[in-house]
T-cell receptor, first 112, second 116 residues
Framework: DAKTTQPTSMDCAEGRAANLPCNHSTISGNEYVYWYRQIHSQGPQYIIHGLKNNETNEMASLIITEDRKSSTLILPHATLRDTAVYYCIVTSGGTSYGKLTFGQGTILTVHP | GAGVSQSPRYKVTKRGQDVALRCDPISGHVSLYWYRQALGQGPEFLTYFNYEAQQDKSGLPNDRFSAERPEGSISTLTIQRTEQRDSAMYRC??????????????FGDGTRLSIL
């Protein structure tokens, strides 16, 4: 499985963009980058995913570098409700097709 | 639409008892996953199904843990002879496609299991 490295914690002011980085230098050609977040004890919430192109949806944007060794999740206008643990995950292939391996994630705190 | 539904939300039982945790995936979702989450940690993969077939059970901790999905919809995770170390949040997720890399998983709110 390709491993990911994320900062342990980040802060962001409400209304500002939150840029969460992730390194995945061992990613292979057919592996996707996924972002999930978890608020308190709720189940993980899917945010966005991508292969090599940048992606945008109603929640966030995902910027993947050309060499695919790193990516950034962008929350364009963070709100207090975006305070959560954010997980960057590279999906594995082979017999564990689609299995998610969660790391420690980044604790994002949005403050007023 | 309805999301992934798990029951019970909370389960407290005595050591040595068997427990069965239920997961009802999003309607039409082919793949179903079980994860376990300890306090302060991310979810940890247990097993997954495509339709009724169990594709990967490499994450099940030992043979006291088993899972089934007999009709390709609802799944049950069973823990026999529970031990205190089994206490955790058990989460279920489902995805539309066949466990593919391009298919997001959608999680339920989990079952909090406490073994006394």
């Amino acid at each position: 499985d390709a491993k990911t490295t994320q900062p342990t914690s980040m802060d962001c002011a409400e209304g500002r963009a939150a840029n969460l980085p992730c390194n995945h230098s061992t990613i292979s050609g057919n592996e996707y980058v996924y972002w999930y977040r978890q608020i308190h004890s709720q189940g993980p919430q899917y945010i966005i995913h991508g292969l090599k192109n940048n992606e945008t949806n109603e929640m966030a944007s995902l910027i993947i570098t050309e060499d695919r060794k790193s990516s950034t999740l962008i929350l364009p206008h963070a709100t207090l409700r975006d305070t959560a643990v954010y997980y960057c995950i590279v999906t594995s292939g082979g017999t564990s097709y689609g299995k998610l391996t969660f790391g420690q994630g980044t604790i994002l705190t949005v403050h007023p | 639409g309805a999301g992934v539904s798990q029951s019970p939300r909370y389960k407290v039982t005595k050591r040595g008892q068997d427990v069965a945790l239920r997961c009802d995936p999003i309607s039409g979702h082919v793949s179903l996953y079980w994860y376990r989450q300890a306090l302060g940690q991310g979810p940890e993969f247990l097993t997954y199904f495509n339709y009724e077939a169990q594709q990967d059970k490499s994450g099940l901790p030992n043979d006291r843990f088993s899972a089934e999905r007999p009709e390709g919809s609802i799944s049950t995770l069973t823990i026999q002879r529970t031990e205190q170390r089994d206490s955790a949040m058990y989460r279920c997720a489902s995805s539309l496609g066949l466990g593919g890399l391009d298919q997001p998983q959608h999680f339920g709110d989990g079952t909090r299991l406490s073994i006394l």
